[in-house]
T-cell receptor
C-alpha cells in the first residue's frame, strides 16, 4: 500500500498570514490531486498536477509537484477565513487514489 | 446537474442487521469507488469498480460487499454490521483512468452501529 504523509495535521493561523502544507511519500505517483473538504460534505477537487516540477496557481493557492513525483506542497498567500477546511492530498495510481490523512486548517479573523 | 447521490445520509442500526447504502451517479462514469473516513485515519478505500461487473478490493474491504450491475449504481452492502464499521462513508465516481480525472464525491453517509 502506498502511503502519503501530510503535515501539519492541524494548523491555526490569523487571517492575512501565509502557510504551506506538505504531502510526502516514498512512492512515485502518476498524478497528485489536492481536495478541500468542508464539514458535512464530500471532498471537492482543487487541482491535479501530473508532471514532476509542475507548479499550478489557483488565485492565492500555489500547488507544486516534486521533481521525482513523490511529494507536493500547497501554499496559501494571505489566508482568508473562507480558506478554513480540511485539505487532502491524493496520489494517483492504476487502481485509483491514495489519500493522505489531511490537514485541518483554521483561519482566525 | 452532474452529481453523485447516496442514501441514506444518516443511519443508526444494530449489530448484525444487514444494510445497504446506495450510490448513484448521472455522469456515465466508468470508475466508482467507496471510501470510509475516520478521525485520525483519513479516507480509506473499501472497494472500487472499473466498469459494470468488474469490482476489486481496496485497502479495507473486510466486512463489506459491493455490486456493479448497472453503470450508474454501486451499492455498498454490510451483511452483518459491527460497531467498528461506525464511520462516515463516501461514494465517488470518475472517468477512466481515475488518476487523471477529478473524483466526484457524494455527500456522505454517516453510519452508527450499536
Amino acid at each position: 500500500t502506498q502511503l502519503l504523509e501530510q503535515s501539519p495535521q492541524f494548523l491555526s493561523i490569523q487571517e492575512g498570514e501565509n502557510l504551506t502544507v506538505y504531502c510526502n511519500s516514498s512512492s512515485v505517483f502518476s498524478s497528485l490531486q489536492w481536495y478541500r473538504q468542508e464539514p458535512g460534505e464530500g471532498p471537492v477537487l482543487l487541482v491535479t498536477v501530473v508532471t514532476g516540477g509542475e507548479v499550478k496557481k489557483l488565485k492565492r493557492l500555489t500547488f507544486q509537484f516534486g521533481d521525482a513525483r513523490k511529494d507536493s506542497s500547497l501554499h496559501i498567500t494571505a489566508a482568508q477565513t473562507g480558506d478554513t477546511g480540511l485539505y487532502l492530498c491524493a496520489g494517483g495510481g492504476a487502481d485509483g487514489l491514495t489519500f493522505g490523512k489531511g490537514t485541518h486548517l483554521i483561519i482566525q479573523p | 446537474e452532474a452529481q453523485v447521490t447516496q442514501n441514506p445520509r444518516y443511519l443508526i442500526t444494530v449489530t448484525g442487521k444487514k444494510l445497504t447504502v446506495t450510490c448513484s451517479q448521472n455522469m456515465n462514469h466508468e470508475y466508482m469507488s467507496w471510501y470510509r473516513q475516520d478521525p485520525g485515519l483519513g479516507l480509506r478505500q473499501i472497494y472500487y469498480s472499473m466498469n459494470v461487473e468488474v469490482t476489486d478490493k481496496g485497502d479495507v474491504p473486510e466486512g463489506y460487499k459491493v455490486s456493479r450491475k448497472e453503470k450508474r449504481n454501486f451499492p455498498l452492502i454490510l451483511e452483518s454490521p459491527s460497531p467498528n464499521q461506525t464511520s462516515l462513508y463516501f461514494c465517488a465516481s470518475s472517468p477512466l483512468p481515475p488518476a487523471s480525472y477529478e473524483q466526484y464525491f457524494g455527500p456522505g453517509t454517516r453510519l452508527t452501529v450499536t
